[in-house]
């Protein structure tokens, strides 16, 4: 009986994997096929003959160089600020005891379930005021803060014995020592579930980008991707191939830290 809920559960996992895998498979076919392949009706699922000058041909319409360089300099800029001020607001909610606390993480939590368009126009103008339109600085400023990582680090600063705080305190420590040479090192894996997390939103953002930046040597993967988009019309092996040129590096970033990835998250909900 066991061993065939294991094969049932094993049939349901592999049929997940396959509708992820699915629409990847179809991009890398799209992007192989001419323009009116792509277009048919009924669709046409394999090229008659792959056209794998697409990759140039895309590389010609948009500066990928740049992109990838505002795209890079954006992620480790959010990644930076956003692990740094999470960990320390993590850390001041879960291990200090001040007036107010629980109102401050009631805060927090509220924050994650507002939409994040709401936010828009008040930090597009906030970045007005400071003259980093159209800059690299305007694609970093919404990430500096994060809600999402206050929460998931202050899962791992609860999981924490306090006789580590207590033994560091008889020690003569204080709290930026505890911090910084104690806590800091055993969340580890937090931080680093934090850090792919931050990376991979801060890729995927396209609004903000868009309406942060609009020159061209200013935008990122995304939000030039999307120049790629008619209004009447759209050349889809084009967009499907600068779409593949795009995602490669955080393909890389995830196969490279993927175990750590996984064990960041699976210690998230050790304690509450």
Same mark, same amino acid.
């Given at each position: 009986?066991?061993?065939?809920?294991?094969?049932?559960?094993?049939?349901?996992?592999?049929?997940?994997?396959?509708?992820?895998?699915?629409?990847?498979?179809?991009?890398?076919?799209?992007?192989?096929?001419?323009?009116?392949?792509?277009?048919?009706?009924?669709?046409?699922?394999?090229?008659?003959?792959?056209?794998?000058?697409?990759?140039?041909?895309?590389?010609?319409?948009?500066?990928?160089?740049?992109?990838?360089?505002?795209?890079?300099?954006?992620?480790?800029?959010?990644?930076?600020?956003?692990?740094?001020?999470?960990?320390?607001?993590?850390?001041?909610?879960?291990?200090?005891?001040?007036?107010?606390?629980?109102?401050?993480?009631?805060?927090?939590?509220? =924050?994650? &379930?507002?939409? $994040?368009?709401?936010? %828009?126009? !008040?930090?597009? *103008? /906030?970045?007005?005021?400071?003259?980093?339109?159209?800059?690299?600085?305007?694609?970093?400023?919404?990430?500096?803060?994060?809600?999402?990582?206050?929460?998931?680090?202050?899962?791992?600063?609860?999981?924490?014995?306090?006789?580590?705080?207590?033994?560091?305190?008889?020690?003569?420590?204080?709290?930026?020592?505890?911090?910084?040479?104690?806590?800091?090192?055993?969340?580890?894996?937090?931080?680093?579930?934090?850090?792919?997390?931050?990376?991979?939103?801060?890729?995927?953002?396209?609004?903000?980008?868009?309406?942060?930046?609009?020159?061209?040597?200013?935008?990122?993967?995304?939000?030039?991707?999307?120049?790629?988009?008619?209004?009447?019309?759209?050349?889809?092996? =084009?967009? &499907?191939?600068? $779409?593949?040129?795009? %995602?490669? !590096?955080?393909? *890389? /970033?995830?196969?490279?830290?993927?175990?750590?990835?996984?064990?960041?998250?699976?210690?998230?909900?050790?304690?509450?």
């Amino acid at each position: 009986m066991k061993k065939n809920k294991l094969w049932l559960v094993h049939v349901l996992l592999i049929l997940g994997g396959l509708t992820m895998v699915v629409p990847f498979i179809w991009m890398v076919l799209t992007a192989l096929k001419t323009t009116s392949e792509a277009t048919m009706i009924p669709p046409v699922i394999f090229p008659a003959k792959p056209q794998w000058d697409v990759f140039a041909k895309v590389a010609d319409v948009l500066p990928f160089g740049i992109l990838y360089l505002n795209t890079g300099l954006m992620i480790v800029g959010r990644v930076i600020c956003s692990v740094f001020f999470s960990a320390t607001a993590a850390y001041a909610c879960a291990r200090l005891r001040f007036p107010g606390r629980n109102l401050f993480f009631a805060l927090v939590l509220m =924050q994650m &379930m507002i939409p $994040s368009q709401i936010f %828009i126009v !008040p930090q597009y *103008l /906030i970045v007005q005021k400071l003259g980093l339109l159209d800059s690299v600085g305007a694609l970093i400023f919404p990430g500096i803060i994060s809600a999402f990582g206050t929460f998931l680090l202050r899962q791992f600063f609860l999981s924490l014995p306090d006789e580590l705080e207590e033994a560091a305190v008889l020690d003569g420590a204080n709290v930026w020592t505890i911090f910084f040479k104690i806590m800091l090192p055993l969340a580890r894996s937090g931080l680093v579930a934090l850090a792919i997390f931050t990376s991979l939103f801060a890729f995927k953002d396209l609004m903000w980008p868009l309406i942060a930046n609009t020159s061209i040597d200013k935008m990122t993967l995304s939000s030039g991707l999307a120049n790629l988009q008619g209004q009447y019309s759209t050349n889809w092996p =084009q967009l &499907m191939a600068g $779409s593949l040129l795009a %995602i490669w !590096p955080m393909l *890389l /970033i995830f196969i490279i830290f993927q175990r750590k990835f996984i064990e960041g998250i699976a210690a998230t909900g050790t304690k509450l």
